[in-house]
Structures are given as C-alpha cells and as structure tokens.
C-alpha cells in the first residue's frame, strides 16, 4: 500500500504517546522484552470491493504481523477475485453465515499470535499500526487491550478523529465507563483472556464488539491507548447511521444481559441501571418515529414496567403501548415548527 493511500500527515514520533491507568507491575520492564506476535484477524460478508485495500495495508506494516487470518462468512460476492492477489498469505476459513461475532470467534481460535488484532474489512491500516501496539505491549505487559485513535473518513476526507472531546478514551475508571458507552475502538486483545472471557456473544449481531470488552473489563482486563491515528475508519452507507433502530435494541439487551454479572459492584450496578433505563429511552423515542406498531410497543412496555423511570415516562411509554400510532402523531405533533 503506498502511503497515498492514506488520509492527512503520517504519525513520525520520535516516541508514541500511550494512555493507561497506572501499571499494577512491582519493577519496570524494559522494551527489550521479546517481541510480542500479534494475529490481524478480519471477517469477510459481502465486502469484495473493499477488503483488498484492507489486507493490504495489513501486509504493509512496518512490523509485521505474525499471520493474517480472514474468515468468509458466508459471503455471496466475489470475494474470491478479491482475495486472489492475498493468497499463500492468508489464513482463509470459510463459513456459513453466522455473523461477525461468529465470525471473529472462528478467526481467534484459529490464531496462534499472543494478542488479535481487529481489521474491519472496509478499514485501512497504518503502517505503523502494530509496530505502535507493539511497543505499548511491551511497555506495558499489563494490559490485556490495545486500541489506537482512528481517522473517520468519508469520500476521502477526514471528518474526525475517533476520539474526541465529547468522546474521550476512558483511563480513570474504565470499569464504570465500559458500562455507559462503547469508547474502545478495534481492539488488540490478548488471545487468551478472550477466550477466557467467552469470545463474542454470537447471539448478537451487532454491539457484540462492546459487549465482548465489558466482560473483559469486569473481569479484570484493562486497555492502553496509542494516541495516534493509525486506523481510516471509512463511512460507507448504513455503517454509522443506518439500522438505528437494531442498534439501539442491541445495546438493550447488551445492558440486560451485563446485569447478570457477577463482578459488578453496587455502585456499578446503578451505573448499568442508568444506562440501561436511557438506552431503553432511546429505543422507545426511535421506533415511535421510524419503527413498526410492533417494536414501538415493545420498546415501551420495558419501560412502562421500570420503576425507575419517571411517571412522565412510565406514562408516556403506557400511551405508545396502548396505541402507537396516537403517540406516533403526538410526536408529529410536538416535534413540528411553531
């Protein structure tokens, strides 16, 4: 991949910037430790004409990886022509459609590198993406989770970085924080403990990226920051605005399930509980506009059986199950210009 193919200034520092909490190690390890392996992994479904681009920025790395490994899921393109120009280097498994967490679970199971590293199909690499995670790896030999900052990019043009103010990369209190928000972007995890944990939930389509770091998280794992954007994460229809409303319900029942946890402290379970009771709001407001009759009461009844939703609430969410398209009208209503 030459280097035109990225967007904006290459990262040339002299040293990375990392972010972490505190290390919980009693001496200093030195970068001279042996060289940690890392295993790119990338699920394929319907993605023929951008996964080149993909597979080749992982092969251009200035630090190689020690093996990438795509995952057909069942794809009914030409992904073969596709993949073609990349085989005897890749590691290729074919599967029927399960999914993307069925489909990065097969591609960590099959990986022998210490940590995964997750390259979307329609993303573009760095060069120097695992060369940095190597380095943070090797800095701090704590860490479970690995993420870099990223270029979000569209036609061709930056329009932000990953993180940001409004959407900071979480050193505090990370356990707290995972409960609220998703804030950590295509991580490098360490292959063991991700099996440890249980891999991706399957049943989920999607949020199972999150849900996957919560139970990380809660069960001891902390993540470390490259603050360098080593990642094009490139818009295409659908991938950030499109399917709100299973989103949405994705992050219900990420939330519900999470409430079973047995790691989670009180404190941390109000936390969940706030999230869950905004989520469920959140679902509740978008299938009154956009959805059917069907999830516009479903999605209220959740909330008309909290108790800890406001009357308001609990009233207004009564209203959309009783009659949707009344409430539906009334948001119209509500929501047209004076």
Same mark, same amino acid.
């Given at each position: 991949?030459?280097?035109?193919?990225?967007?904006?200034?290459?990262?040339?520092?002299?040293?990375?910037?990392?972010?972490?909490?505190?290390?919980?190690?009693?001496?200093?390890?030195?970068?001279?430790?042996?060289?940690?392996?890392?295993?790119?992994?990338?699920?394929?479904?319907?993605?023929?004409?951008?996964?080149?681009?993909?597979?080749?920025?992982?092969?251009?790395?200035?630090?190689?990886?020690?093996?990438?490994?795509?995952?057909?899921?069942?794809?009914?393109?030409?992904?073969?022509?596709?993949?073609?120009?990349?085989?005897?280097?890749?590691?290729?498994?074919?599967?029927?459609?399960?999914?993307?967490?069925? =489909?990065?679970? +097969?591609?960590?199971?099959?990986?022998?590198?210490?940590? !995964?590293?997750?390259? *979307? /199909? @329609?993303? &573009? $690499?760095?060069?120097?993406?695992?060369? =940095?995670?190597? +380095?943070?790896?090797?800095?701090?030999?704590?860490?479970? !989770?690995?993420?870099? *900052? /990223? @270029?979000? &990019? $569209?036609?061709?043009?930056?329009?932000?970085?990953?993180?940001?103010?409004?959407?900071?990369?979480?050193?505090?209190?990370?356990?707290?924080?995972?409960?609220?928000?998703?804030?950590?972007?295509?991580?490098?995890?360490?292959?063991?403990?991700?099996?440890?944990?249980?891999?991706?939930?399957?049943?989920?389509?999607?949020?199972?990226?999150?849900?996957?770091?919560?139970?990380?998280?809660?069960?001891?794992?902390?993540?470390?920051?490259?603050?360098?954007?080593?990642?094009?994460?490139?818009?295409?229809?659908?991938?950030?605005?499109?399917?709100?409303?299973?989103?949405?319900?994705?992050?219900?029942?990420?939330?519900?399930?999470?409430?079973?946890?047995?790691?989670?402290?009180?404190?941390?379970?109000?936390?969940?509980?706030?999230?869950?009771?905004?989520?469920?709001?959140?679902?509740?407001?978008?299938?009154?506009?956009?959805?059917?009759?069907?999830?516009?009461?479903?999605?209220?009844?959740?909330?008309?059986?909290?108790?800890?939703?406001?009357?308001?609430?609990?009233?207004?969410?009564?209203?959309?199950?009783?009659?949707?398209?009344?409430?539906?009208?009334?948001?119209?209503?509500?929501?047209?210009?004076?």
């Amino acid at each position: 991949m030459s280097d035109q193919a990225l967007i904006g200034e290459e990262p040339k520092p002299d040293r990375w910037v990392f972010r972490a909490p505190p290390t919980t190690l009693s001496v200093a390890h030195s970068s001279a430790r042996e060289d940690v392996t890392f295993s790119v992994v990338v699920a394929a479904y319907n993605v023929a004409d951008l996964i080149g681009e993909a597979l080749a920025s992982a092969f251009a790395q200035t630090s190689p990886a020690h093996e990438v490994i795509v995952v057909d899921d069942g794809s009914t393109d030409d992904l073969d022509t596709a993949l073609a120009p990349f085989l005897g280097r890749i590691k290729l498994i074919r599967q029927p459609n399960r999914g993307p967490g069925a =489909a990065r679970n +097969a591609a960590v199971e099959a990986a022998t590198g210490e940590f !995964v590293v997750i390259l *979307d /199909a @329609d993303d &573009v $690499d760095h060069p120097r993406r695992i060369e =940095a995670l190597g +380095a943070l790896a090797r800095e701090r030999p704590d860490l479970d !989770v690995l993420t870099t *900052d /990223a @270029d979000l &990019v $569209d036609a061709g043009r930056v329009l932000r970085r990953y993180y940001t103010t409004s959407h900071t990369f979480e050193v505090d209190d990370q356990r707290r924080a995972i409960l609220q928000r998703n804030w950590i972007f295509n991580p490098a995890m360490r292959r063991e403990r991700h099996i440890e944990v249980g891999g991706y939930d399957t049943t989920l389509w999607r949020a199972q990226d999150w849900e996957c770091c919560i139970r990380l998280l809660l069960s001891g794992s902390r993540v470390g920051l490259v603050d360098s954007a080593l990642v094009q994460y490139r818009e295409r229809p659908g991938r950030l605005t499109g399917a709100r409303i299973p989103l949405l319900e994705a992050r219900v029942r990420t939330l519900e399930k999470t409430r079973h946890h047995p790691a989670l402290t009180h404190a941390e379970r109000r936390v969940l509980d706030d999230s869950l009771r905004r989520a469920r709001q959140r679902l509740a407001a978008e299938s009154r506009r956009r959805g059917s009759a069907a999830e516009a009461r479903s999605a209220a009844m959740a909330i008309a059986r909290d108790r800890g939703s406001t009357s308001g609430a609990r009233m207004r969410a009564s209203l959309t199950a009783l009659a949707p398209r009344v409430a539906r009208c009334l948001d119209r209503k509500r929501d047209a210009p004076a």
